[in-house]
Structures are given as C-alpha cells and as structure tokens.
C-alpha cells in the first residue's frame, strides 16, 4: 500500500504539470470582452441601485405603518360618530367592568316554549 501511495503525489493520479500545460482555455477577444465586463458593470450598477430603492420603500412602509397606526389611535382615519364615545370614557368602561363583580346568574332553565297542535 505504502508502494501505491508514493506513487500518487496528488489528488488526480493522471494530472500533472505536462498535462495542465496542454490546457486550452478559451478568451475572449479584447473587444468582446470589453463589451461583457461594460454589460456587466451596468447590470451590477442597475442591482446596487434597486436594492438601495428597496431599502428606502422598506424605510417609508415602517414609517407608513406607525403613521398608520397613531392616526387610527387618534381616530384619525375614518369619519367619527359624534354619538361614539371616546377612547378615553371607553377605556374608563372597561377598566370598571373588569373590576366590578360578574352579573349572578338568575333562576335555572328558561321554561320550555308549550306548542299546541
């Protein structure tokens, strides 16, 4: 096994510095390759910029969101009843509902409806 081992220096038995000089890799010529690094560079310019784009509309829809929601707090959003109540007095029901004591239910069973034929 060690005999076997020595023999293969590398990770690929069959490629060594002979071999990888027979390569042949293709290039473009300067001009074409002038053409794609400008279509490329104007493509990554086009993505910086619509990715900071996003950014700002994510920016804007956080402060649309808490905008939203302080005016709907304010009852800013809808025409107001002028019969409704307001948060405050709302608020105020409710707190003294939840301390005062549950309503005590009164007798048992409602008495069954008699259907003469």
Known sequence: MRRH???QRGVQANLNLPHIHEIR????PKREADELVRVV???LALHHRLVDR????ARNLEALDQSSLAKAFRGELVDQ????ETADV???RIKAEAV?????????RKPREV???
Request: aromatic share 0%.
């Open 5 to 7: 081992a020595n023999r």
């Open 25 to 28: 890799i293709p290039v473009a």
């Open 41 to 43: 560079s104007g493509a």
């Open 54 to 57: 996003g950014d700002a509309l």
């Open 81 to 84: 009843n002028p019969d409704d």
């Open 90 to 92: 709302l608020l105020v």
């Open 100 to 108: 005062a004591p549950p309503a005590r239910k009164t007798g048992g």
């Open 115 to 117: 259907v003469s034929k």
